[in-house]
């Protein structure tokens, strides 16, 4: 059975960027709701006792019901772990240079990653992505991500951004780019330094 990641801070350690309503409700509310979806679409089938991981690379196009709610499950506990109250500035490390050597500049990644939320219509993902160490920006619909393979993302997703409305309506209402700009000021660099670190050759 998974259980319900917790979030590394209190709900209303990101404020003024992301409010406390809008956490409690997107983790309690949302991240809840995929996890018991995911728990009761995987009952009894051969993907029982499999990690989330397994789970998602091997799934097909067609099994609705884990894709979603697994997609969802993965992605949210990926979000909580990328954004911090201490979060912001630049990004550090070796990925720092990455970012720089990949996108010319950080200011050129920031325009793009932005770019990429506001044109996704209707729910879903933007990710920073490592593929044989080098970076890239894809955005996926509704709960899907790169570890999916009927998805055409490659690479490994080190960063998040949760575009759905229910990530910033509360408070940012239909102004998706304020959001964005907002979501910058929370991005926990030093983890996602980390996850680069761990997947870069
Ligand atoms: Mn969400």
Redesign the pocket.
Known sequence: MFKLPEIPYQYNALEPYIDEATMRV?HLG??RG?TNGLNAAIEGTCFEGKSIEEILKSIHINQTAIRNNGG?YW??KL?WQIMSPEGGGLPVGDLFDAIQRDFGSFETFKEQFKKAGLSRFG?GWVWLLVHEGKLSICTTAN?DNPLMKFVDCIGTPILGM?V?E??YYLKHQNKRGNYIDDFFNVIHWKEVARRYDEVKQ
């Open positions: 997107h949302h991240h995929y969802g992605n949210h979000y729910s709960q949760d759905w229910h990530a």
